[in-house]
């Protein structure tokens, strides 16, 4: 009976991914977790790969999207990235940030400039 369900689940994602567009790939510097400090945030993260874009306070307990596409700009002297993706029931979203290479990398949202994200550094 379990093994029905994983199968009938792996048809799920499998059809899903098959209807959905044909995902934009993250530039590599902004590839990783993303945390924060601000007070009310502190549990929380952000990670973006390659085709795929999460938010949750955990590894196990992340929402996890598909980038449908990244669009890049200039505003003034910041970097601006306009995130579109969606959910495995094809509902669109987008996030809109700034992002600044110094000190390995911060990520600001345009709406929300008092929360700060850094990149978490990599275990080696």
């Not at 590599?28 to 952000?46: I, N």
């Not at 929402?63 to 990235?81: A, N, P, Q």
């Amino acid at each position: 009976m379990r093994s029905m369900r994983a199968v009938g689940c792996l048809l799920v994602v499998w059809w899903c991914s098959a209807c959905a567009p044909d995902p934009d790939h993250a530039p590599s510097y902004l590839v990783g977790v993303w945390e924060t400090r601000t007070d009310g945030y502190v549990d929380q993260h952000m990670f973006i790969d390659q085709s795929r874009i999460g938010f949750g306070t955990s590894a196990l307990a992340a929402d996890g999207y598909v980038i449908t596409k990244i669009d890049e700009s200039r505003e003034g002297d910041k970097t601006l990235f306009v995130v579109s993706y969606q959910d495995a029931e094809q509902a669109k979203f987008q996030l809109a940030f700034f992002y600044d290479p110094a000190g390995g990398g911060r990520i600001t949202f345009k709406n929300q400039d008092h929360l700060i994200w850094t990149k978490r550094a990599t275990a080696t």
